[in-house]
């Protein structure tokens, strides 16, 4: 499956044989449902696992993130990422990062977050230990997360990078330029920064 849901709950069944308590919280739906609640009582983490199903209001999804110490994502990372990162929460992902998206870029770390080796339940378990115990890293790390979304992945900013890259491939009329028998004539147009078109609304 490619969330991978299954491989996380036998993660916590390690970090719970550690003598470890621990809460996890799975937002969502599907298929793999009953087979979920399955596992969790044949693991025996019905304590400690929580189906909160499915749910699309940003107010409860923000409640859900800002309550977790940590966010697991045991698959391809995406936009997760930066979900959790928004509300202040650190974040754990796998290190073969071919399989994830760009947005992986964002966890840095001790930082931003953390990385466990590759399909290696053990590391995934000593990683969440240690983002949580003694105490939680979330309140030393909050800033940093919040920080990362602000300053690099925000529509402003996209949008920036969009246009400068239009702006150093593309050519565009140049008004008062003539050449014989035009009024205008196309010229290359450098990097945004130097051409003073376009301002950020303040």
């Not at 800002?66 to 697991?72: G, I, M, N, P």
């Not at 990422?81 to 399989?99: F, I, N």
């Amino acid at each position: 499956p490619v969330k991978r849901l299954p491989w996380l709950l036998h993660a916590i069944h390690l970090v719970v044989q550690q003598g470890r308590s621990v809460h996890l919280a799975l937002v969502g739906d599907g298929s793999e449902r009953p087979m979920l609640t399955s596992l969790a009582v044949e693991l025996g983490l019905t304590r400690f696992v929580h189906f909160l199903g499915a749910t699309y209001d940003e107010s409860r999804l923000g409640l859900v993130l800002s309550a977790s110490d940590l966010a697991v994502v045991p698959s391809g990372a995406g936009l997760s990422v930066m979900h959790a990162l928004g509300y202040g929460t650190p974040v754990l992902l796998h290190d073969k990062v071919e399989e994830h998206f760009p947005e992986w870029e964002a966890v840095k770390e001790g930082e931003t977050g953390w990385f466990y080796r590759y399909d290696d339940l053990s590391d995934c378990a000593e990683k969440v230990i240690d983002a949580l115990f003694p105490i939680s890293c979330k309140p030393a790390m909050a800033t940093a997360c919040r920080s990362v979304i602000r300053s690099r992945y925000n529509t402003s900013t996209h949008a920036d990078l969009f246009v400068k890259s239009i702006a150093q491939h593309c050519v565009f009329p140049a008004r008062g330029v003539t050449t014989p028998g035009h009024s205008d004539s196309a010229v290359p147009c450098g990097p945004l920064e130097d051409s003073g078109s376009v301002k950020e609304g303040r």
